[in-house]
């Protein structure tokens, strides 16, 4: 190592040039990185409900769906200049090419048809074909509207305020804001005194989501100056403000870049992980520098006349022949525990996992060539520097408190500390494991106020699918099935958060019902299979073929309840939908199969399976962290120990969401996978250098001294400048998982750095493990004199 050293130190600048030229190479390639919500990423598609979802979308074209609700100021929307306007939206969102036009649903929708009976058989008309400019031709559409009971509140609102167009779009495969921007497009121009227009449905949500993660833009070059400053603060030199800051925009530059260069898109979930690469990367860079700083003070005072750059020259040699083995084991054991996740099958976890892999393997990479390079190019510390940075601060006094504890009352450091994390840990009794994309945002936003109206005015924004399947041609049509669909519907009726069902069985009912003069005791399902045929036999010769395309498929053999409903939280979801379920297998004739899938229910299985994947994510870093540092250290009890605050972060972090009332969900199960990624450093450092220097000739105590005021100083440092980093997160207005995120891992830095300096090390000189003391017979002979220390 130390040949390797000097080898980046003589060529200093082919080494800074070559690294630079790398940098601004893969910079060229950032502009092409995309952060893309799509749920493909974020579930397994071996998920029943996706697989079902997937079924839908194949043969009925549901995909994603958007709620548009218009609704009139004053009066209903039976007024000429409201119709046209609805005629308008409807018109663009048809024209939309990202738009399934069969899908297309409202008064003005060429697929919505009035249903009315004669001698001659049936008559099918669009409900709105054009606008009606005068009262018996408005009074004429509220017949048509009226005369089938499956447009109440799902077409138009039962005061007659507000109307609903629901639009279902294919997977641009470029996210929700794309949608998003084409909805607006089309209503925007249309929006005035007369009219109130509310969006809805999971793509407005999910392009919201893009919109608040895309702030990460902005608040990670300000978490990077907080960062930059707490290091200066902290050591008070030129340097200490610089090279942590320089490795870690290096290595965020080149993770990010390597993403685009695989083509791997960023989702909203991973939008954080850049500040997280930023934050380990910085953490390594001052451990190095603390230690250099050390060196460099010692090299000066046993060679007071020697030339400042030489100095500095064996300072770097002899910090990276000490601290390199560390952070070559530190990142190595944290970049296979991130490289770990891509095993599993979802995207969103397999990027984080390669995107954070990478950006510790970068500052790795820095450490050992830019980073010397670079301090070998710039000025020694000069005298004014060295006593800056040596100079009795808040952190000292903290260190040296920490040190007593640990040194006289370690048992009661140790029961203080397990007692305290043991309460808090209780909250995770209250912890509720939901996720919502509602629950996101906070405070009046937009969507949420939106969402909440068409779900007070209309049938819901949210929509939930129940595919039939028959197994053979025209088993849809058979009366048994027809039935079934309709207990299924009226069963999902009592239920409060339904707030519309629709199924071919209501459209045949109404056909039956037209045939027989209107009489309102035929509204009900054709007696045989024969009149079903007959009734769509005569529907088709003035409807349109695609009408029912979202209904049934073209052999009848499969079919799909269409339920909207008024809430996206998982745990009302994951009810209806098991509820249903049930229900549909006991309804439905032998060997009719059902399922559910489709609308929102795939945010059910993303939140099961990213809930269980983080978990699974932070078991398999833990054990990555064991196994590593078991062969590292040559001690099975090293890999436990190092595990202690580890542990004792996810626990803390879970008590915590439990008594604050944070769920667990998507994002923060995230969080709690990138705080064991940061924690585990910490241990590793301190591990090392409490070996080190208890294998010298120092008495124990000053021994011991020694590695907290460095190691332990310099965990101190990274900690509170990760804590302040991702603490601005809590300025982000309106977004939950900002406000979450910052908490949490301000939170599990403090936990952490603490219960190492503390715990980890009470229990490490309580045991006295052989991988530290090698046998070493107890001495605590000296006593510093702390006021001068």
Partial sequence: MTTWINLMIRHRYWVMGAVLAVTFGLMSQIGHLEVIVSSDNMVPQSNHYIRTGNEIEDTFGHKYSVAIAVTAVQGTIYQTPILEKIKRITARMMNTPAVIKTSVTGIAARKVKGIEGNEEGMIVNALMDKVPQDQPGIDTLKKAVASNPVYDDLLVSKDQKTTLIVVDFKDTGKGMSVIDEAVRAAVDPERDASVDISLGGQPIALAQLEKFSARMAFFLPLALLIIGLIHYEAFRTFQALLLPLVTAIIAVIWSLSSLAVLKQPMDVFNAATPILIMAIAAGHAVQVLKRYYEEFSTLNAGSPGAEPRELSRLAIVRTMTRIGPVMIVACTVAALGFFSLYVFEIKSVQTFGVLTGIGVLSAMVLEFTFIPALRSALKPPAEKERRREQERTLWDRLLERIYHLVMERRGAVTVITVAFLGCVSLGGYLLKSESSTKQLFYGAQQITVDDDKINARMAGSNTVYLMVDTGVDDGI??????????????????????????????????????????????????????????????????????????????????????????SDLTTDLTAIAKQTQEYATSVFPPGVKTSIGGGVIPTVALHEEMIRSKVLNIVQILGCVFLLTSLVFRSVLAGVLILTPLVATVFANFGFMGLAGIPLNIPTALVSAMAVGIAADYAIYLAYRLREELRSDLPEAQAIHRAFMSAGKATIFVSTAVAGGFGLLVTSWGFNVHLWMGLLIALAMVVSAFSTLTVFASLILTLRPKFIFNGKTRDLSWNPDLSKA
């Fill in 477 to 566: 049509k058979n009366p048994a099935v027809l039935q079934a669909m309709e207990k299924v519907q009226e069963h999902l009726a009592q239920d409060p958060m339904v707030g519309k069902t629709v199924s071919l069985a209501d459209f045949l009912k109404r056909m039956n019902q037209a045939m027989n003069a209107d009489n309102p005791s035929s509204y009900r399902i054709p007696a045989s299979s024969d009149l079903a045929a007959q009734y769509l036999l005569l529907y088709s010769n003035s409807g349109e073929p695609g009408d029912f395309d979202s209904y049934v498929d073209n052999g009848y053999q499969k079919a799909v309840v269409q339920i909207f409903y008024k």
